[in-house]
């Protein structure tokens, strides 16, 4: 059975910094490309960040810089360290675990909430 188990979140001040885990099981995690998505209340759900499983990795526009994806092939991790956050990054952020349309799951999603 399939499991991504997202967990970090929570509640900080703007400019302060998270680390999102998800934890994988129940499928080949090395050769699965991963990936943070977020969604924002009445937005859609959006890419954040990538990573192949070579290693490769993507990042959207708006958290380069600030966000990096890695990724552990032993412990079958992928994290997400978020570093100077913005208002504008508050919302749930999922784990997805991709080979293809078929291939292709999701956590339940983590609450991260940016505010003073």
């Known amino acids: 059975q399939v499991q991504l188990v997202e967990s970090g979140g929570g509640l900080v001040q703007p400019g302060e910094s998270l680390r999102l885990s998800c934890a994988a099981s129940g499928f080949t995690f090395s050769s699965y490309a991963m990936g943070w998505y977020r969604q924002a209340p009445g937005k859609e759900r959006e890419v954040v960040a990538r990573i192949s499983s070579g290693g490769s990795t993507n990042y959207a526009d708006s958290v380069k810089g600030r966000f990096t994806i890695s990724r552990d092939n032993v412990e079958n991790t992928v994290d997400l360290q978020m570093n100077v956050l913005k208002p504008e990054d508050t919302a749930t952020y999922y784990c997805?675990?991709?080979?293809?349309?078929?291939?292709?799951?999701w956590g339940q999603g983590t609450q991260v909430t940016v505010s003073s």
């Open positions: 997805n675990a991709r080979v293809n349309d078929i291939l292709n799951y």
